[in-house]
């Protein structure tokens, strides 16, 4: 397995100081997470595609995955039922597109999106469905993939569970749409990782490597004490389900943000001293 380590709790540290502390620990492949403190993306007249791409050129760094912004107030929303919003979204996701074709990148990994407590759920599962079958063309055009993820459970999301993925991998049907499995999540809803490795077999594209606190609602990286998943159980399930993909190292809790770069260290060789 490649570990996968993201900039979101790098959030106030420049992107060359997170290519830094990176490539410091031997990491030569990130999930490049699409803040807009490192990639002006959606600042059309501002955007610095050129300057990520030879940033991550010049520190030796390849960017396998792409993360967007798209959760709630974020604009660009995959399941919206607003004509404004859904043509955002779609400009959004062929800015991505030509930015991953640029930097190389394998996948963006994305969720179901989430609708309005006053529109009909229906009706936003099908917008949902329309604009991943899009955003799977065009990557595809690219030779990208595209993973999407089951979120904790809530009233206004859509695809929250092993059941709402498969319906949405049927429903859209593209051979470049796979789902992606965050362990942490799937612990704090109650489910279990095996139900998932075992209904989805063979579409798995993606695995967030995220452990938990029950407490605390946050990604934990591994080594925190806080966290009550075994690495070592994990990866043992992971491998026995037949995943041996990429793992993203989504570590979101706030208090990570001041030495990123260590907790970063630790998790990188909590996970080493699973490996068999």
């Not at 420049?14 to 490539?23: K, N, T, Y």
């Not at 469905?129 to 809530?154: F, H, N, Q, W």
């Amino acid at each position: 397995m490649r570990f996968l380590p993201t900039n979101q709790i790098w959030r106030y540290w420049s992107f060359e100081r997170f290519l830094d502390d990176v490539g410091s620990l031997g990491v030569a492949d990130i999930d490049l997470w699409l803040c807009n403190q490192h990639v002006n993306i959606d600042a059309h007249d501002a955007y610095n595609a050129r300057e990520v791409v030879e940033s991550v050129g010049r520190h030796g760094i390849r960017v396998r995955t792409l993360t967007p912004e798209q959760s709630n107030p974020k604009a660009y929303n995959i399941a919206s039922l607003d004509p404004g919003i859904q043509q955002l979204t779609r400009g959004y996701y062929q800015q991505i597109v030509r930015l991953g074709s640029r930097l190389g990148a394998q996948r963006i990994s994305l969720n179901g999106g989430w609708f309005l407590f006053d529109d009909d759920p229906a009706k936003a599962w099908d917008a949902m469905v329309s604009m991943l079958a899009y955003i799977c063309r065009i990557a595809e055009s690219e030779g990208m993939d595209v993973c999407i993820e089951p979120l904790s459970k809530t009233r206004y999301r859509l695809v929250m569970d092993v059941e709402g993925i498969s319906r949405a991998l049927g429903e859209v049907n593209a051979n470049n749409l796979h789902a992606t499995l965050d362990t942490g999540t799937i612990a704090r809803n109650g489910d279990t990782l095996d139900s998932y490795l075992k209904a989805l077999e063979g579409r798995i594209g993606y695995v967030h490597l995220t452990n938990l606190d029950p407490q605390v609602f946050a990604h934990l990286a591994w080594g925190d004490t806080h966290g009550v998943l075994d690495p070592h159980e994990v990866l043992k399930k992971l491998e026995a389900g037949g995943y041996m993909g990429d793992c993203a190292l989504e570590m979101t809790k706030s208090t990570y943000h001041d030495c990123p770069r260590d907790v970063l260290a630790r998790s990188i060789d909590t996970l080493k001293g699973c490996e068999r």
